[in-house]
């Protein structure tokens, strides 16, 4: 007698990618840049998903996953896939890849993965991101996916930091800003630093409530996008819900320094 198996899904390969880039995107930050070309494998990915990289640290072989940056369109035109990475205490890889990775380093790369992602629609959508920290990284390519989706969609993000300085990708949310046509819109939190016109404090629902109240408050928001620190992530989630907001229009995701396991034993940063 035999038994028959059902052949098992087979497990994502890493792949050896060149370094491209690294740019510096804050203070203690960089982005990375990974050259792919046309690789169908890596340019046809979701807007919020992320790859896990490999690398020996301190002869110890590390697997620690980042979000990309960048929307699909951009990594298609460019053959380029980024990621951000702070040097935060308490990570493995993070200190690494903002300190001492160098263009033209091969590290070992698996294709995009996640369920924090974009999906298509038909029609206009008002997306807002509430987001922490690094946390800005899967959110900045879904806000730029959303403004390319459809020409009336709009995005708002409110965007918590200790510092201007310590701003992950502050540049590069300006300059989407700048070119939106006035359809995104992003709102700094501050929380150790006073400069004039930024709000300083914490994130909260008076802010939030502010932010929106001129574009239809929260019962007009489409899709929220919530991601950073597990605290700041459960206090908007939970308030959201108090609020009577439906659990299929909030996307969560968490992000701390040393991050949750994936399927693949490899952590988030």
Not at 32 to 56: E, K, S
Request: hydrophobic content about 40%.
């Amino acid at each position: 007698m035999s038994l028959l198996r059902r052949p098992s899904k087979p497990h994502p390969l890493f792949r050896p990618l060149v370094v491209a880039e690294v740019d510096p995107v804050a203070e203690h930050a960089v982005s990375i840049g990974f050259d792919v070309g046309t690789m169908p494998v890596f340019v046809d990915y979701r807007a919020g998903q992320y790859v896990t990289l490999r690398a020996l640290v301190g002869g110890e072989d590390v697997r620690q996953s980042y979000s990309i940056w960048v929307p699909p369109s951009r990594a298609r035109s460019e053959g380029v896939i980024r990621i951000a990475a702070a040097a935060v205490q308490g990570g493995r890889m993070s200190p690494w890849l903002a300190t001492e990775v160098e263009v033209g380093e091969i590290m070992g790369v698996l294709p995009p993965l996640g369920e924090f992602v974009l999906d298509e629609v038909d029609g206009p959508r008002h997306h807002v991101g509430v987001v922490g920290g690094s946390g800005i990284t899967p959110v900045l390519a879904i806000a730029a996916a959303a403004l390319e989706q459809h020409p009336e969609s709009t995005v708002d993000l409110i965007v918590a930091n200790r510092t201007r300085d310590s701003t992950v990708l502050g540049r590069e949310l300006d300059l989407l800003e700048a070119v939106s046509d006035g359809r995104l819109r992003v709102e700094h939190v501050l929380s150790r630093e006073r400069v004039p016109g930024v709000r300083r404090g914490r994130i909260d629902a008076l802010v939030i409530r502010d932010v929106l109240d001129d574009v239809g408050g929260i019962e007009g928001v489409d899709d929220w996008w919530l991601c950073g620190p597990e605290g700041l992530i459960a206090d908007v989630e939970s308030w959201l819900g108090g609020q009577g907001i439906a659990a299929g229009r909030i996307h969560r995701e968490r992000f701390t320094s040393t991050g949750p396991v994936d399927p693949l034993k490899a952590q988030r940063s």
